[in-house]
């Protein structure tokens, strides 16, 4: 067990493509973090670096407490899973667990105690001896943890580990990670795509882009405070409604009507080069069906009238779909999220809106609703840098604030 | 289990399906799926079989007529009497010839020397050809020239390749044999067989690395990460995850070269034309085939190194499970 430390870790392919650029992280001992990206954020060539995969192009990693740049990946007692679980095929169950205690030149008799110990954790014992292509998915996925922590490393590193399973095994294998991680507590690094993955296991949450970290921190933090407009977008499912908004004699003139703002964001305005245009971000879960909320409710926030386009019901709740009228929010962050959500080529007309209302709202498709939103969760963000205007000392406050 | 492709496969496979489903290891139904059971053929599967059937006859039957009848034609001939020089004793004889050639000294002299060239060359084959393909598989720049260049003795005529060996080793003349302070060692045995050697290795290393490679690329980069990981050396990584992994690769690059080697004749004829006890069985069905006009002995011979292939062959595809070219490799992914 130990602490991992990136210290401005870069990396440089030969043919001059840079896929980590300068990347700081302290990973604390027995953490779980989650570096999480749309494909090509470099992700994985981090993850990587740290395991010696990779070389490092500059920068310093250190794992507990010692530089290990140029140690190779034998040297650095970490334990890796991958996506596609890389069992040896010519192994027995038992044979590819064993692997690594064997290379560690253990006695026979603790290698089968560990063995059987860790076969006993993810209830591998009827598998042992089985060979990988005699197992499914999901068992293969658990020999591959089982071979990681059998040797109780000092730190694990998961490349996309539950990507390959079916939908409901990975909801179930998440929970299996998560109560192995705790249960051990060893530091451990999961990369993946999938930010439900990335909101439900880790301790903290490295969310990032072109090879950049764009924010750090626990997953609700990043959900109710982003950083900036590519955070806020990935972050969430359904994903932020983003809307644009034109700044005009103290008020955002945006497609649901005029927002009022207060004097903190106007104070961000009032400089020479303040954008002239800003983009409005809402969540879905900041929506009602005006007929439902109170008096007190109402004051905080604004209504607007519009025509329902498609009513989800969840059960709990509805999603429901408005088309409302007016120019759609631009930014590079958000057309790389559309790639990201491969949508990049499917854009209606006007913009749609994603709401989330009680399960007894009786709104229905085809008809005009009026609907209410919460003016203190909204974000406005500057579509040039992307930044997080309503962010206060890392604070988001809503449009309001003085 | 790990490799077991026969030319039966399909049967082989359901066997195994059958008792495994049944054993003590409870099935994964998912994997079962698309298994061919023995239950009987549907209609549509029996149209299908039998399309299958008039698709490959056509290319059966050319078969037939190029490989099938001449090797029933020597079969015919190598139980007759029948040398051009004395074409009136023409008769038939039974195995008459067989018990000659197999009770002659000439015939096992020339087979030992055979067997010596093949097992010899296709050994330093396999370890050079495997340097020369993680070589080929590994480099980043110049891949292409590399490769090319590689390939360059497999690119070039055996005959040819021969002479300019023979030229090499002539003394006075030849570059190779003045190395050697003007020796002549393609007059001697031992040394002429090594000369042999070395060419056929220098000819066809080239064609066992195309082959390792193409067994390489079968070897995950993942595995090589995670044994990397798991605290191998580069050497444990070779030998306890690629090689295992290229088993199948490996073991077809060993039956193509053995078979191939086994027939040796073009370096021999060339270098030695068979003298001073350097004669392949191949060099020797053809001196008494064509030199000698023996027909009936010449057969024989060509049917017994047949033979010889065919156990070599069998031996690699159901001892060693060698999957056999044309079947699924084995393993169930």
Redesign the interface.
Known sequence: MADIVLDKVSKRFPDGTTAVRGVDLEIADGEFVILVGPSGCGKSTTLNMIAGLEDISSGELRIAGQRVNDKAPRDRDIAMVFQSYALYPNMTVRENMAFPLRLAKLDKESIHQKVEEAAKVLELTPLLDRKPANLSGGQRQRVAMGRAIVRQPKAFLMDEPLSNLDAKLRVQMRTVVSRLQKQLGTTTVYVTHDQTEAMTLGDRVVIMRGGAVQQVGPPQELYDHPRNLFVAGFIGSPSMNFLHAAVEDGHLRTALGDVPIGDRVRRQLDGADAPRELILGIRPEHFEDAALIDDETRRRGLEFDAPVDIVESMGSDKYVYFTVEGERASAAELEELAADAGAADFTGTGSSLVTRLSAESPVREGESRRVWFNLEKIHLFDPSTGRNLTLHEGRASGALAD | ??VNATPAGADVAADETAT?GGGR?AA?P??RAGRRARAPLSENKRAERRLGWLLCAPAALVMVLVTAYPILYSVWLSLQRFDLRFPDQREFIGLENYVTVLTNQFWWTAFGVTALITVVTVAVELVLGMGLALIMHRTLVGRGIVRTAALIPYGIVTVVAAFSWRYAWTPGTGYLANLFDGSAPLTERASSLAIIMLAEIWKTTPFMALLLMAGLALV?E??L?????????AW?RFT??ML??M?PAILVALLFRTLDAFRVFDNIFVLTAGGNETSSVSMLAYNNLIRGLNLGIGSTMSVLIFLTVAIIAFVFVKLFGTAAPGSDDG???
């Open positions: 289990m790990s495994r290891h994964v998912t994997q995950p993942d595995l990460k995670a044994a990397s990981t798991d605290g191998a050396t444990q306890k995850v295992p992994v088993k393993e169930r992914r």
